[in-house]
C-alpha cells in the first residue's frame, strides 16, 4: 500500500540528518535524562518507601477503577448512540462528548464548587437528610475516580464506537435469522467480537488517567491522598526531600515502562480487531415503549454532565465572597475583572497563547517533515523517527516534564519559556505525525516523478507535490496542538518559573492558594475558548463528529 | 479545494508571523532578571533605580500586585517580575536554584524570621539596613541588618458566624471534643506562618506537646495553606480554623459570615519580612523595593490591605485590635529557626500516626 519514491538525493539525507537531529533533541534528551537520573543506586530504597508504595497504590487504583468505568459508559454510549434508535442522537452524542473538550483540572474545579464539602449540591442534601456535617465530600480517592471517569469516557465512546462500525453486519444478521433478539445478538456477537477494543480500550484510559495531574492536584492534595503525579509535584515544590530529581526521575522510569507496556499491549490488541469487511449501517435496535423514557433519562444525564460544570463555574464566578448566596443582589462581575487585571493572569494568558502557537508551528513543520519521510522515502531510520516521534503520545506528560526539567538543567534552559516549548514540541509533535500520515501515504508517486522528470530535485518535489497535498492535514494537527497546549498544566506545572507561568499554571495556583472565584472566572473563559476553538475546528467541514474522532485519535492517551 | 488550501495558506502565514514575532520579544524577555538586568556596579549611587528585579513572596496576588503599582508610582523605572508561591515552596524553589547555578530572585518577601535566619545563616541574604529602620517595631528589626519585617500578621481562630455550638476562646479549648472534626488549619510543610505557629505553640510552656497532640487528635483538617483554610471557614466546612487574621477581615469585608477570636493564651505573629537576596544583579532597585515595603506610604498601604503595620504613624486596619492591645506570643528568634524544622516532623509524624 505505502508508495516510496526510491531516490534518495543529497537533499532528502539533508532533511533527514536535520529531522533526526531535531528529534534527538525532542525525544531522546528527555528520555535519556530520565533514565541517567533513574539509574543511581540511591533511589531504590526512596523508591520503595512507604510514601511511593502508598501513592503508587492509590494511583492504580484510581487509575484502575476509572479505565474500567470509562470502558464500561464508553461501550453503554456505544451501544445507544449508534445502535438504537434513542430521540435526538445527534445532539445526545456532543453533549456526551462535552467532557473532553473542558480541561480535567477546570472539571474538578467545577464539580468541587457543586458536590465539595461546602458545595451547593452537598449542602442542599446534607440539609435535606438534616445533617450539619456534609454528607459526602469530592475530595478523596472516589472523587477523584468519578472525575477521571467523566474526562477519559468520551474517549473511551469514540474508540469503541469506531471498532463497533467495523463488526461486519453479516455476523449480526446471521445471529438475528437464527432467531436470537436484538440483545442476545449483541451480547453473544457483537460484544466477544469487539472484547479486544473493549480491554485496549481501558488500557488506553487507565494509563492516561495514570499521568493526569490536575484532578488528582485538585481533588487530593487538600486531604493530602496522593497519586504518584501529585507526589511527584510534592517532591518538586517542597523540601521534604534531599534529592528529590533523583527520585522523581526514578518514579518517572516505571511510569514511563508502564506506558511502554501499554504500548505493546495496545499494538497487540489493535492488531487482533481487524475485520474482512467494513460493517456498513448496521440496523438500528428498536425501544420500541421504553424509546421515550430511556430519551429522557439519557437526556437528563447529559444535561447534568454537560451544563452542571458551566452553571457550577459561573456561579463560583458571581459571588462576591465565599459563605455568600448568590442572588440578583449578591452578584457580581468583579471576580472576572479582578482576575484579568492580575498581572500573573495576563502574563500566562500571553505565555500560554505564544507558547501553543510556536509549538503548534513548530510540531507543524517537524511533524510534515518527519510523516513525508517516513512514507515517503525508504530507510532503516524511518522506525526511529516513527517511534521517536509518536511514542511520546503514551508517555505520561509527567515523565516528560521531569525529563525536561533535568535536560534543561543539562542545557542551560531550566526556568526559561523555552523548556516548556521544547516539552511541548515533544508531547505534541505525534499529533501533526498521525495527522499528515494518512494523507501523504495515498498521495501517488507519479505526481512527484513528474517533477523529478521535469527537473526539480527530490527535497523540491516532496515538498512541492506531497507536502502542499498534506498540508490542509498538517495544519488541523498543528490547530490541535495549539489548542491542547494553551491549556496544558501537566508538564507546565513542573517546569513553570518566575515569568514562565502558563495560563494552566495560574488558574491551578489560584485554587491553590484559596481564590476560589478567581480560579472559576479564568477556567469559564477557558472553557468558553476552547468551546469556540474547537466550534472553529468542526466547522471546517468535517463535521463535528469527524473532527472529534480525529481529535480523540491524537489525544488518546496523552 | 482551492479556496480551503489558500485559506491554510494564509492562517499558516499568519500564525508564522505572530509566533516568529512573540517569539522574538516574549520569550527572551520571560527568563529572569539575572541574565537581563544590569551589573549592579554600572548603577551609580545618585541616579535612581531602573531595570528588573525579581520578587519572590507569598503575599496574595491581588494584594502583591497593588503594592507593585504603587511602588511603581515612585519608581516608574523598575520592572518587579512577580513569582507568588506559598512559602514552603517558596524555599523548595530557592534550594533547587542554589544548585542549578544560583538564586533568581533579587527580593523575598515572606513568612517568618526563623525562616530569613536559615537563609542568612547560608550567606544567601544582603546586608541592607533601610534607612527607616529606625521609625519600625524594633522587634521586626534583624539586629544584624539582613531583614526587616513589613507586617504583623498573627495567628487566629477563625469561625463562621452561623456556627451553632459554643465558640473557643482560648487556644486550649480547641482540643475540646465539641470541635472534633470541626477544625481547619494550613499544612506547615507549605505555609511559613503555620510552621513558625508549630514551633511557637510546642515551645510555649502551656501548649507545648500534649496540646498538639490533643490537637490533632480533634482530628483538624490540615488544608494547603492560609487562603483554603479562611475560604472553608467563610463556606461553614469545617466552621472552625486557625488561620492569619487578615484573611478572616478581607472576607469579612466583602460580606462573608466570619468572625475573629483572640485566644486568651496570646497569638503568635510572623512579622512577613523582606530582604535582598546577595546574588542580585540589581540591588539598588532590590533595596528601593524593600525600603518602599517600610516607607509610610507602603505601610498605609498595608493597612489599607488589612494588614497590622509595623510602624505607629500609620493607624490600624479597620475592625482590627491594634498592635498594643494584643497578648502576643512572643518568639525566641533563635530558638524557633533551630527547632522549626523539627516541629514540622513531629506535626506530621502526629498526623500520621
Known amino acids: 500500500m505505502r508508495s516510496q519514491v526510491p531516490g534518495n538525493g543529497p537533499g532528502i539525507v539533508t532533511l533527514r540528518a536535520v529531522v533526526l537531529g531535531c528529534l534527538a533533541v525532542t525525544f531522546a534528551l528527555p528520555m535519556v535524562a530520565v533514565v541517567v537520573l533513574a539509574l543511581n543506586p540511591g533511589v531504590v530504597s526512596a523508591l520503595v518507601g512507604r510514601d511511593v508504595l502508598q501513592a503508587a497504590i492509590n494511583s492504580a487504583v484510581t487509575a484502575g477503577v476509572s479505565g474500567l468505568l470509562a470502558t464500561l459508559i464508553g461501550a453503554g454510549l456505544a451501544v445507544l448512540l449508534d445502535r438504537t434508535d434513542v430521540r435526538g442522537r445527534r445532539h445526545l452524542r456532543l453533549l456526551y462528548f462535552s467532557p473532553f473538550l473542558v480541561p480535567p483540572f477546570i472539571g474538578a474545579i467545577a464539580w468541587l464548587s457543586l458536590l465539595g464539602p461546602s458545595g451547593d449540591i452537598t449542602q442542599a442534601v446534607s440539609g435535606l437528610v438534616g445533617s450539619s456535617e456534609p454528607v459526602f465530600s469530592l475530595y478523596g480517592p472516589v472523587g477523584i475516580t468519578a472525575l477521571l471517569t467523566i474526562h477519559s469516557y468520551p474517549a473511551a465512546y469514540i474508540i469503541i464506537s469506531a471498532s463497533l462500525r467495523r463488526v461486519p453486519t453479516s455476523l449480526e444478521e446471521a445471529a438475528r435469522l437464527a432467531g436470537a433478539g436484538r440483545l442476545r445478538t449483541l451480547r453473544d456477537v457483537t460484544l466477544p467480537l469487539i472484547r479486544p477494543a473493549l480491554i485496549a480500550t481501558f488500557t488506553l484510559t487507565a494509563v492516561s488517567n495514570l499521568s493526569d495531574f490536575g484532578i488528582p492536584a485538585i481533588l487530593g492534595l487538600p486531604v493530602r491522598y496522593y497519586t504518584l503525579s501529585t507526589l511527584i509535584y510534592k517532591y518538586l515544590v517542597s523540601s521534604v526531600l534531599d534529592n528529590p530529581l533523583q527520585v522523581v526521575a526514578a518514579i518517572g522510569l516505571v511510569l514511563l515502562l508502564v506506558a511502554v507496556i501499554a504500548v505493546l499491549v495496545q499494538r497487540r490488541l489493535s492488531r487482533s480487531v481487524q475485520f474482512e469487511a467494513d460493517g456498513g449501517a448496521p440496523p438500528a435496535i428498536e425501544l420500541g415503549r421504553s424509546r421515550t423514557p430511556v430519551s429522557v433519562v439519557s437526556w437528563a444525564v447529559a444535561a447534568v454532565i454537560a451544563l452542571f460544570p458551566l452553571i457550577a463555574l459561573l456561579n463560583q464566578s458571581l459571588i462576591p465572597a465565599p459563605g455568600v448566596p448568590l442572588t440578583w443582589q449578591t452578584m457580581t462581575f468583579s471576580n472576572f475583572t479582578d482576575a484579568i487585571a492580575y498581572p500573573g493572569a495576563l502574563n500566562g494568558i500571553i505565555n500560554s497563547v505564544v507558547l501553543s502557537i510556536s509549538a503548534a508551528l513548530i510540531c507543524g513543520i517537524l511533524g510534515l517533515a518527519i510523516g513525508s519521510l517516513i512514507t515517503r522515502t525508504r530507510s532503516r531510520t524511518n522506525v526511529l523517527m516513527d517511534l521517536a516521534s509518536t511514542l511520546p503520545q503514551s508517555i505520561p506528560g509527567l515523565v516528560i516534564g521531569v525529563g525536561w526539567i533535568i535536560a534543561g538543567i543539562w542545557v542551560g534552559l531550566y526556568n526559561t519559556s523555552w523548556v516548556i516549548l521544547l516539552a511541548y514540541v515533544t508531547a505534541f509533535v505525534a499529533f501533526v505525525v498521525q495527522s499528515v500520515r494518512a494523507p501523504l501515504a495515498a498521495a501517488s508517486d507519479s505526481m512527484e516523478e513528474a517533477a523529478r522528470i521535469s527537473g526539480a530535485s527530490a527535497v523540491r518535489a516532496m515538498i512541492d507535490i506531497s507536502w502542499r497535498s498534506a498540508l490542509p492535514a498538517a495544519a488541523a494537527g498543528a490547530l490541535l496542538v495549539a489548542l491542547t497546549a494553551v491549556r496544558e498544566l501537566t508538564i507546565s506545572v513542573l517546569l513553570a518559573a518566575p515569568g514562565t507561568r502558563t495560563l494552566g499554571v495560574v488558574i491551578f495556583d489560584l485554587q491553590q492558594s484559596g481564590d476560589f472565584s478567581a480560579a472559576a472566572s479564568l477556567s469559564l473563559l477557558v472553557v468558553i475558548v476552547g468551546l469556540l476553538g474547537l466550534g472553529v475546528v468542526a466547522s471546517r467541514g468535517d463535521g463535528v463528529d469527524q473532527s472529534a474522532q480525529k481529535a480523540v485519535r491524537s489525544y488518546v492517551n496523552n | ?353
Not at chain 2, 229 to 251: H, K, M, N, T
Open chain 2, 1 to 353: 479545494m482551492i479556496d480551503r488550501r489558500r485559506l491554510v495558506l494564509i492562517i499558516v502565514s499568519a500564525v508564522t508571523a505572530v509566533s516568529l514575532a512573540s517569539c522574538a520579544t516574549s520569550l527572551p524577555s520571560a527568563q529572569p532578571s539575572p541574565a537581563t538586568g544590569p551589573p549592579a556596579s554600572e548603577a551609580p549611587g545618585g541616579e535612581a533605580p531602573s531595570g528588573e528585579i525579581t520578587l519572590y513572596t507569598s503575599e496574595p496576588e491581588n494584594k502583591i500586585t497593588e503594592v507593585i503599582q504603587a511602588f511603581n508610582e515612585d519608581y516608574p523605572d523598575v520592572t518587579v517580575n512577580l513569582y507568588r508561591a506559598a512559602t514552603g515552596e517558596l524555599t523548595a524553589r530557592i534550594a533547587s536554584e542554589q544548585e542549578a547555578g544560583g538564586v533568581r530572585a533579587d527580593v523575598l518577601l515572606a513568612a517568618d524570621a526563623p525562616t530569613f535566619e536559615k537563609f542568612k545563616v547560608q550567606n544567601l541574604l544582603a546586608k541592607f539596613v533601610p534607612q527607616e529602620a529606625k521609625n519600625l517595631l524594633p522587634s521586626v528589626v534583624d539586629p544584624q541588618g539582613y531583614y526587616v519585617g513589613t507586617r504583623i500578621i498573627p495567628t487566629i481562630i477563625a469561625y463562621n458566624t452561623n456556627m451553632t455550638v459554643a465558640r473557643p476562646t482560648s487556644w486550649k479549648d480547641l482540643t475540646d471534643p465539641i470541635y472534633r472534626g470541626k477544625i481547619a488549619m494550613p499544612n506547615p510543610d507549605v505555609s511559613g506562618a503555620a510552621a513558625f505557629n508549630t514551633a511557637l505553640w510546642l515551645d510555649t510552656p502551656s501548649l507545648g506537646e500534649p496540646w498538639l497532640k490533643a490537637l490533632v487528635a480533634n482530628d483538624p483538617s490540615v488544608l494547603q495553606s492560609n487562603g483554603p483554610v479562611s475560604q472553608a471557614i467563610a463556606e461553614g466546612q469545617p466552621p472552625l480554623g486557625i488561620v492569619v487574621d487578615y484573611l478572616v477581615r478581607d472576607l469579612a469585608a466583602k460580606g462573608s459570615p466570619i468572625g475573629t477570636i483572640y485566644p486568651s493564651e496570646g497569638v503568635p505573629y510572623i512579622s512577613q519580612p523582606a530582604a535582598v537576596f546577595e546574588s542580585s544583579a540589581n540591588k539598588p532597585a532590590a533595596e528601593a523595593f524593600v525600603s518602599f515595603l517600610i516607607s509610610e506610604k507602603g505601610q498605609k498601604l498595608a493597612v489599607a490591605q488589612n494588614y497590622l503595620p509595623v510602624r505607629e504613624d500609620v493607624g490600624t486596619p479597620k475592625g482590627a485590635v491594634p498592635l498594643s492591645e494584643l497578648t502576643l506570643l512572643e518568639p525566641d528568634i533563635a530558638s524557633i529557626a533551630a527547632k522549626q524544622d523539627a516541629a514540622v516532623k513531629l506535626f506530621n509524624s502526629l498526623l500520621d500516626g
